[in-house]
């Protein structure tokens, strides 16, 4: 089992930048691909942004591309997340989940494991 536990969440105003972070139990997550997805309020779950298990490649949604930079670091098992350029429409609760495979998907069923959640508010 992989345990997983976000950090960084807050409130910021609209233009600024949070840095999350999600640290793994296990080493097993430097094996497998990261991603963050986020949930709004009456919304579905959405893809943000995924990193295959070396970190050589990425993929990001389209609403946060540009803005967003996800990156990992095995050695620490820890993958975050850059957030610049915020808008008001980023708000969410921001989930780190563990990929069943070594690459990148932005489909939530190819990850195992979640975490809990931080949550992400983005004053206007």
């Known amino acids: 089992q992989v345990q997983l536990v976000e950090s960084g969440g807050g409130l910021v105003q609209a233009g600024g930048s949070l840095r999350l972070s999600c640290v793994a139990s296990?080493?097993?997550?430097?094996?497998?691909?990261m991603g963050w997805f986020r949930q709004a309020p009456g919304k579905e779950r959405e893809f943000v942004a995924t990193?295959?298990?070396?970190?050589?490649?990425?993929l990001y949604g389209d609403s946060v591309k540009g803005r967003f930079t996800i990156s990992r670091d095995n050695a620490k098992n820890t993958v975050s997340l850059e957030m610049n350029s915020l808008k008001p429409d980023d708000t969410a609760v921001y989930y780190c989940?563990?990929?069943?495979?070594?690459?990148?998907?932005?489909?939530?069923?190819?990850?195992?494991?979640w975490g809990q959640g931080t949550q992400v508010t983005v004053s206007s």
């Open positions: 989940a563990a990929g069943r495979g070594s690459y990148s998907s932005a489909s939530p069923q190819s990850y195992a494991y």
């Open positions: 296990k080493r097993t997550s430097s094996n497998n691909a």
């Open positions: 990193i295959s298990w070396n970190g050589a490649s990425t």
